[in-house]
Structure formats: structure tokens, C-alpha cells
């Protein structure tokens, strides 16, 4: 029987305890035979943050292998999917996870959301140099100080205030990867990027543009523009590349029927289902499905070489 996937959760982490410190907004995990109580697929609705101070760990995110070795700093955002994670004997890392809502409360990359989204779901590995691995280290046992010792009456605050200069040390390492644009904190801007939130966030995803502009309380139309002056992309557009993303992991990666497949990602039919998937894929749910397969024998015979 396929076993279902977790949901990796602030709560499901101190159901497990696997962390040295949680609470609904922030956990450190650093001790890999504390992680690996956690098997199986999971679904991320936390942004996670893993540096590698020392051997070699694989892992799929999304369906995609990827390595990671010493100062490799691994980010994991909301929605992707986790699963078959292997580790040296002799790996050490730090990990950083916070709840979605508490990174918006304090990010200044929040600003720059949908570059960021775009970066790291292509490039969730990044290669640190040395010094900043090192500040890495420094903020993480500094925070996780302050959360672990005694209570102190700002402790919030202070806490606070150095997440805040660790996202900001954070946002300058990325400008080695991406040119960010100034933020213009237009109300534009700010609809965006909830807009971003939800879908990403949700699931099953709802795949009207009208489902999505009756929550943030504007009209379809309008959300449209905004996305499109924003990113260059519809509202529509989004919506279905974020939908194609579940359903090719489910096709790729599940042993499901196309029917479950239908019902889990609340499609009317499998004749609404087929024609979808077909019209960005250009073959039928099964032909595709096929054709993931083929492709993930070749790339499993061609590492085996």
C-alpha cells in the first residue's frame, strides 16, 4: 500500500521531537538520527533552511535528486515535497525552520517573492563561501541561545531583531545568485505576493482566477493585470503552471490511478483531467505518465554508470 504523504508542519515537528527548540514559529534541527524518525514523503508548509557543515547528504525535492556536501546551504520553501533523504555517517548540519507567517512578518525578501520563488525552485542548493557559513553558524547559536536559556522579558524581541539582521545577511548572499529590483511597497506589490501565497500554499489548488480574487476581494480581471505587470505572467498562467507542478509529481512519483489522481487534486472528471494535462503536455495522463517513467529509468541506468 503507497504511504501517504506527511505534512511537514511546525506542529507535526514537536509531535515528533525532532527539534532541539520549536515553537509555532521557529525550530532548530540539528541531529540527524532525530530527523530520520521522519520517513516518507512530506509536504513542506514551512520554509526550512539546512546548511551542511560536514559530509554528504541526497535528497529529493519535488521528484528532482539533488546532493548536498559541506557548505551547501539547502532551502526548502512551502509546498515542495521532500522525500528519500540519505546521509553519510559522518554528515553535521544546522537547521532553520519557520512558519510561512512568521517570514513574512520579518523578511526583507518577501519583497522580491517572486524572483526568490523562481530561484530557489530551480537552484534549492547554494554553494556558501566560507565566511558565510561561518555567520550562519554564529546567528544560528546565538538564536537558538536566546530561545533555550533562561526567559528573559524582550526574549520575543531580541529574537526577533536577530532573525531580522540574519535575513538581511541572508539577502546579500543572494545577490551573488539574483538582481533584486528595489521595492516599490505599492499596494500592487502587496496583492501579488498574497496572491503568490495562496497559490502556492494551497492544496489541492484551486484553478479559477475567480476562487482566488473572491479571497483577496478584487476582480478577476484586475488580479490578471497585476500579475501580469508584476511578473509578466496572468493570474491564469500562474495557477495552472503551480497545478501542472502537483500533477506531474503525482503521475511521476505515485503509484495512484489517474482516477485517484483526479479525485486528490479535485479535477471534475477524467475527461476534464485528460484534456488538461494533454493541453500542456501535449499526451494524455497515461502517455505522460509513461513517459516520466521512461525518463527516470534512463537517468537511474545513466547514475548507476
Not at 498574497?194 to 480581471?221: C, I, M, N
Not at 479535477?267 to 503536455?281: A, D, H, I
Request: glycine share 4%.
Amino acid at each position: 500500500m503507497e504511504q501517504e504523504i506527511l505534512q511537514g508542519s511546525m506542529k507535526h515537528i514537536a509531535e515528533r521531537g525532532i527539534a532541539v527548540y520549536c515553537d509555532d514559529r521557529i525550530a532548530f534541527i540539528e541531529d540527524i538520527n532525530k530527523a530520520s524518525r521522519i520517513t516518507g514523503a512530506v509536504r513542506m508548509e514551512i520554509m526550512i533552511a539546512v546548511l551542511c557543515l560536514k559530509g554528504k547528504a541526497r535528497l529529493e525535492l519535488d521528484g528532482e535528486t539533488h546532493i548536498v556536501e559541506a557548505n551547501d546551504l539547502l532551502i526548502c520553501h512551502p509546498n515542495i515535497i521532500l522525500e528519500k533523504s540519505m546521509a553519510s555517517f559522518d554528515i553535521e548540519f544546522r537547521s532553520i525552520a519557520m512558519s510561512p507567517e512568521y517570514i513574512r512578518q520579518l523578511s526583507v525578501i518577501a519583497d522580491n517573492s517572486w524572483d526568490v520563488l523562481k530561484f530557489l525552485e530551480k537552484s534549492p542548493v547554494i554553494h556558501l563561501q566560507p565566511e558565510e557559513t561561518e555567520a550562519f553558524c554564529q546567528y544560528y547559536d546565538l538564536i537558538r541561545s536566546r530561545l533555550t536559556g533562561k526567559p528573559r522579558h524582550h526574549q520575543k524581541e531580541v529574537t526577533d531583531a536577530l532573525l531580522l539582521a540574519f535575513l538581511y545577511e541572508f539577502h546579500d548572499t543572494m545577490e551573488r545568485f539574483l538582481k533584486f529590483s528595489p521595492p516599490t511597497y505599492s499596494s500592487n506589490e502587496r496583492l501579488f505576493k498574497e496572491f503568490l501565497q495562496l497559490v502556492t500554499s494551497s492544496y489541492p489548488k484551486d484553478r479559477t482566477v475567480a476562487g482566488y480574487a473572491d479571497k483577496l476581494h478584487v476582480t478577476p480581471k484586475y488580479l490578471s493585470a497585476i500579475c501580469k505587470e508584476t511578473c509578466g505572467h496572468t493570474a491564469s498562467e500562474l495557477i495552472n503552471e503551480y497545478v501542472m507542478k502537483d500533477v506531474i509529481y503525482l503521475l511521476k512519483k505515485s503509484e495512484k490511478s489517474i482516477k485517484e489522481i483526479v479525485n486528490e487534486l479535485d479535477f471534475p472528471n477524467l475527461s476534464f483531467f485528460g484534456k488538461y494535462v494533454k493541453r500542456y503536455t501535449g499526451l494524455s495522463p497515461k502517455q505522460y505518465r509513461e513517459q516520466l517513467a521512461e525518463e527516470c529509468s534512463f537517468v537511474k541506468k545513466a547514475n548507476d554508470l
